[in-house]
């Protein structure tokens, strides 16, 4: 059973478009993140979730919006898609309860804007 | 600011030992954790050090010290498997977020 799956796994689309990229965790953890890995790797956080509310919001264009339904489920829509977008996604989840605060990733999804 | 500092490659042989560094700046410090990530997939946590001292697990350990600002992830009995990047990471506060490093790639040839 997959612990954090994210649809799609891959998405090519065309500058300007708006696309979404969904996210479920069926681990009952409280906390939830998207993640940008560019393509030297560097991994960077972009919003986390609480309990459906967010607690982080890293300097990031407003054309990303996040959207936390329920605490096991936490979705990315990004208006007017830019070339630097392209970009793999990667979701994640945690349980903190101390600084340990092992996180879970999905399997990823590649953005490529065209 | 907040900044980790690893290699950005290395290469070792297979059946041999290699040592990843990470070196970090932090304005307060929680612990260290390192991350695996083969291509093509997702980053899996690998250890988690909150003391100073080496933490083994298996084949891997990590180590801390926490007045050098300074870990390293040292890999044994190295396979073709392990070849990945590794990431070192730091939790900040109480805010859930985790700052990664740049990541080292390892290659582990036969």
């Known amino acids: 059973d997959t612990a954090v799956s994210q649809t799609p796994k891959y998405l090519v689309t065309q500058m300007g478009n708006d696309k979404s990229i969904k996210c479920e965790q069926n681990?009952?953890?409280?906390?939830m993140y998207w993640y940008k890995q560019d393509s030297k790797k560097f991994l960077k956080i972009m919003f986390s979730y609480n309990n459906k509310e967010l607690i982080i919001n890293e300097t990031v264009p407003n054309r990303f919006s996040p959207k936390s339904p329920d605490k096991a489920h936490l979705n990315l829509h990004i208006n007017s898609l830019e070339l630097g977008d392209s970009a793999v996604y990667f979701c994640a989840s945690s349980q903190p309860g101390s600084f340990y605060n092992e996180q879970f990733f999905g399997p990823g999804t590649r953005l490529t804007v065209l | 600011g907040q900044s980790l500092e690893q290699p950005s490659e290395v290469t070792a042989v297979e059946g041999a030992i290699v040592q990843i560094n990470c070196t970090y700046q932090?304005?307060?410090?929680?612990?260290l954790s390192w991350y695996q990530q083969h291509d093509g997939g997702a980053p899996t946590f690998l250890s988690y050090?909150?003391?100073?001292g080496l933490e083994e697990t298996g084949r891997f350990s990590s180590f801390l010290s926490r007045s050098d600002s300074y870990g390293y992830l040292l890999l044994q009995e190295l396979q073709m498997k392990d070849s990945a990047s590794y990431f070192c990471?730091?939790?900040?506060?109480?805010?859930?977020?985790?700052?990664f490093g740049s990541g080292t790639r390892l290659l582990v040839r036969p």
């Open positions: 681990l009952g953890h409280d906390t």
């Open positions: 932090t304005s307060g410090f929680y612990g």
């Open positions: 990471a730091v939790p900040m506060d109480s805010s859930y977020k985790l700052i």
């Open positions: 050090n909150a003391l100073d």
